[in-house]
């Protein structure tokens, strides 16, 4: 995958992966909406399942969908990479090759709800144990790692929390207990952040957020940092099923061509409605990477190239302040997900991390008060006018400023 043509990160995204059709010159890569493969012969079929090149069945590999796994894995400088159905199926395609009975995962305590959830009340019931800690301090993970710790799983910036995790640190304290380092990709995206460089073992992504961009696909992916933790993931992933659809795959391969163009507007709304938010009265507190006000600011600048489009905040009013925002948002739209051309947003503790426990969310630092606004590409002085009439209603009926 090294082509020496493609250096700027848009060239890359554009490009990588992305070839005109060789038999037909398409420019737009053609959907390859078949499920199964004729056979020249007898033998044709035998090599093909033996292992020689040749496609056999969409499950196992697909031409579009491998075109989107290329472009990825190029982006984050991985050996290769496998289409999942959704972000969900790509981290449970990780959890089951990597983890079984009497294996122990070490895991950020502040993650997407789900990716949590599944290893407290599933993988648990296959003897697989679990430890939840903030990772934003790598002491915390060093501190929790064991004999059979298989599996270090890491999301940097965290959802919603936006603590982030040295990925370097955590590289090299899972590899010098012999685990394996696994990062969720998906707040920063690959134009942001590539955990490969930095020693990860795996990545994992929910496409259905930056990468595809249009709030119009679910889908995921995983990259691996070499070929053999690649065929281990592939082996387990085409058989668990969670595998890409080739129309699918095609929709993402049309919103990826954009992803640093709107990464690039979004962190920069973000940017200016941060700000914002910190100098109102109504706010109790901001967080956001990119600024200096972030406890760990630092390392956002050392690992990422950009602080992302997401900005988690907390109004007067506690629970109830963030009820009345949400409710009176005209222009930013209530739902949840994240990534998307449109900024949306949503109160975690009641909708994408409800499944977590009270007590345990609150440990996280997913405080009852948190609202999550995930910036889209809209211009930065509409949303910030939605934003003011919003908290002028939240705040309504609070004594702020004192
Ligand atoms: N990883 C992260 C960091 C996520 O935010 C999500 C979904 C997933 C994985 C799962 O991806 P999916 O299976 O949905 O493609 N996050 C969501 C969120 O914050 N709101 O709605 C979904």
Redesign the pocket.
Known sequence: MDDKRLKGPNTKIIHAGQHPDAETGAVSVPIYQSSTFAFESAEHGAACFRGEPGYKYTRLANPTTEALERSVAFLEGAAGGLGAA???AA?NSVYMTLLGAGKHVVATDA??G??RTILETEFSRFGVEADFVDSSDSDNVARAMRPDTALVYI?TPA?PTLKLTDIETCAEIAHAHGAVLAA?N??ASPYLQNPIALGADIVVH?M??YINGHSDV???MIVASDEEMLERLRKVHVNLGGTMDPHQAWLVLRGIKTLGLRVEKAQANAMQLARYLEAHPAVDWVRYPGLESHPQHELALRQMRGAGGIVSFGVVGGVEGGRRLIDAAELMVRA???GGVETLIEHPASM?HKGVPADERLEAGITDDLVRVAVGCEDAEDLLADLEQALEQAAAGVTVGV
């Open positions: 959704t972000g969900m981290i993650m997407y789900p990716s999301e959802n969720d998906t707040f929910s259905t957020k679910v889908a995921g949840v997900s994240l994408t």
